[in-house]
């Protein structure tokens, strides 16, 4: 099994920032893609952004030029720089990642973190 844990939501006035962290921790033999959803109240979950292993980012519209995401391959962890915050920000905020369990295996397997809140007071 494999286990995600985020940290670092909280409460936070618009313009601010906050910073998530997201550690993956198991039976991993490597983690391909990672990656930051979020789900608001009444809402879908989206995707807010997403890095490959090589590196690649990929960013919602609405996140454009204010989130920065980031990984270390070396510690299993992803992150979420989230600067400008804005009150439509308010959502939870999940991690993902598409884990390879052992080495041979032909698939990955996707697994999520519980969900951290992030509060964005105007």
């Known amino acids: 099994q494999v286990q995600l844990v985020e940290s670092g939501g909280g409460l936070v006035q618009a313009g601010g920032s906050l910073r998530l962290s997201c550690a993956a921790s198991g039976r991993i033999f490597r983690i391909n893609t990672m990656g930051w959803y979020r789900q608001a109240p009444g809402k879908e979950r989206e995707m807010v952004a997403d890095?490959?292993?090589?590196?690649?980012?990929n960013y919602a519209d609405s996140v454009k030029g204010r989130f920065t995401i980031s990984r270390d391959n070396a510690k299993n962890t992803v992150y979420l720089q989230m600067n400008s915050l804005k009150p439509e920000d308010t959502a939870v905020y999940y991690c993902r990642a598409q884990v390879r369990p052992a080495q041979g295996l032909p698939l990955d397997y996707a697994y999520w973190g519980q969900g951290t809140q992030v509060t964005v007071s105007s």
């Open positions: 890095i490959t292993r090589g590196g690649s980012t």
